[in-house]
T-cell receptor, first 114, second 112 residues
Framework: GAVVSQHPSRVICKSGTSVKIECRSL??????MFWYRQFPKQSLMLMAT?????????EQGVEKDKFLINHASLTLSTLTVTSAHPEDSSFYIC??????????FGSGTQLSVL | TQLLEQSPQFLSIQEGENLTVYCNSS?????LQWYRQEPGEGPVLLVT?????EVKKLKRLTFQFGDARKDSSLHITAAQPGDTGLYLC????????????FGDGTTLTVKP
C-alpha cells in the first residue's frame, strides 16, 4: 500500500511553545490530507481538511488560530499547535487521500505538553 | 450528518474463537474501508469494499458490504492474539466533501 510518513512520532514540549508536525505522502501526490486527534481506545476525531494550495477547512469547534495547517505542496501538509497547553496533549494523526477513495494514514504523533 | 454505528465497542475473546464486527448506517456510502490500529501507531488499511453485496477475504478475515451500501461487517475466523487491536470502519461518500465518516471503533483483545 501507499506510504504516508508522519514526523515526529513523539514530542514533549513546555507549555506555551509551538510544535510542528509534518505529514508526507511518499509515493503519491495528495491534493487532500486530513488531520485527526485521537484519545485512547477511541475513534479518530477529524480536526481539519488540508487542501493543497488553499486554506484548510476546520471542523466545528476546532480553533484555526490554534491549529495552523499548511499544505504547500502535493506531498506535504503540516500541523502547528501554537502556544501548546497540557490540554492539547493527545495523539495526532494525519491521512492522505490517494485518488478519490483510498485513505492512507501516518503513524501518528504523541504530543505531551508539560 | 452521516453516522456510522460500529459494534461492539469492546470484545475480549479466547484464541481460536470467531467474531464479527458490524458497521451500520442510514446513509449510502460509495465505498467503505476497514482499518486496524495498534497502540501508538496509525490505522492500517485492511480492505476497501465498493460494490453492494461485495465480499472480500483476507486470510482469516472476511469483509462484506451490504447490498444497499449502508452497512458492512468484518468476520474473523479462529482469532489469534496477533489480531488484537482497534478495528475501525470508515465510509466515504461523494456528498460529504471527500471526508470519511468513522465508526467508533472496536477494541479487540484475543487472549492466548
Amino acid at each position: 500500500g501507499a506510504v504516508v510518513s508522519q514526523h515526529p512520532s513523539r514530542v514533549i514540549c513546555k507549555s506555551g511553545t509551538s510544535v510542528k508536525i509534518e505529514c508526507r505522502s511518499l509515493d503519491f501526490q495528495a491534493t487532500t490530507m486530513f488531520w485527526y486527534r485521537q484519545f485512547p481506545k477511541q475513534s479518530l476525531m477529524l480536526m481539519a481538511t488540508s487542501n493543497e494550495g488553499s486554506k484548510a477547512t476546520y471542523e466545528q469547534g476546532v480553533e484555526k488560530d490554534k491549529f495552523l495547517i499548511n499544505h504547500a505542496s502535493l506531498t506535504l501538509s503540516t500541523l502547528t499547535v501554537t502556544s501548546a497547553h497540557p490540554e492539547d496533549s493527545s495523539f495526532y494523526i494525519c491521512s492522505a487521500l490517494q485518488g478519490n477513495e483510498k485513505l492512507f494514514f501516518g503513524s501518528g504523533t504523541q504530543l505531551s505538553v508539560l | 450528518t452521516q453516522l456510522l454505528e460500529q459494534s461492539p465497542q469492546f470484545l475480549s475473546i479466547q484464541e481460536g474463537e470467531n467474531l464479527t464486527v458490524y458497521c451500520n448506517s442510514s446513509s449510502v456510502f460509495s465505498s467503505l474501508q476497514w482499518y486496524r490500529q495498534e497502540p501508538g501507531e496509525g490505522p492500517v488499511l485492511l480492505v476497501t469494499v465498493v460494490t453492494g453485496g461485495e465480499v472480500k477475504k483476507l486470510k482469516r478475515l472476511t469483509f462484506q458490504f451490504g447490498d444497499a451500501r449502508k452497512d458492512s461487517s468484518l468476520h474473523i475466523t479462529a482469532a489469534q492474539p496477533g489480531d488484537t487491536g482497534l478495528y475501525l470502519c470508515a465510509g466515504r461518500s461523494e456528498t460529504n466533501a471527500g471526508k470519511s465518516t468513522f465508526g467508533d471503533g472496536t477494541t479487540l483483545t484475543v487472549k492466548p
